[in-house]
């Protein structure tokens, strides 16, 4: 999978959770935080990403990232507010934790070691029009197309749905 189809679901949980009250500066900021958080698992870091996949893509591993990630804002009220509340942290959580599920839904006959380091399963629930991006850049920039066309409806559906919402208020 490339970075597309993570970034534009982590652009659409930044949309569903985005506060209302923010500058176009705020705005920029709050989304590009979801779009990296929904990408952290694929990070080049050492002992991370594709070098470890088994490790950046375990749910608990996740888990555990996520919960000291929070750690500062459960205890600081004044922080949790700074960043928009509580529903701006748990969709910051799942921004990140998309980011297994879709790697799930490729067809590169391994799936992920989600349960790493409980058990070695691996969860693989493939959708036949993806493809992992290997090989010449044709098939790459055919990989991000599939993405960006699978993906892009439903952020554009959470762009719409928000827009309705704050029409009835």
């Known amino acids: 999978m490339t970075e597309v189809g993570h970034i534009l679901m982590g652009a659409t949980v930044g949309v569903l959770c985005r506060p209302k009250a923010l500058t176009t500066k705020q705005t920029v900021v709050h989304m ?8 952290i698992p694929d990070l080049p870091f050492k002992n991370w990403g594709h070098d470890r996949y088994y490790f950046s893509h375990s749910v608990f591993v996740t888990l555990l990232l ?28 799942c921004s990140w934790l998309s980011h297994l599920l879709l790697d799930s839904f490729y067809n590169h006959g391994k799936g992920i070691a989600i349960y790493w380091p409980i058990s070695s399963a691996r ?3 493939p959708i036949p029009w993806f493809d992992v991006a290997t090989g010449s850049s044709l098939h ?4 991000m197309l599939i993405e960006f066309a699978s993906y892009s409806p439903i952020l554009l559906l959470a762009i719409w ?6 029409e009835h208020r």
């Open 32 to 39: 590009a935080a979801f779009m990296i958080l929904a990408t």
């Open 66 to 93: 996520i919960f000291l990630f929070l750690l500062p804002f459960l205890f600081s009220r004044k922080l949790k507010m700074q960043i928009g509340g509580a529903l701006v942290l748990a969709g910051g959580a």
């Open 123 to 125: 969860l693989a629930l």
């Open 140 to 143: 790459i920039i055919q990989v």
């Open 161 to 166: 749905y928000k827009f309705k919402m704050s």
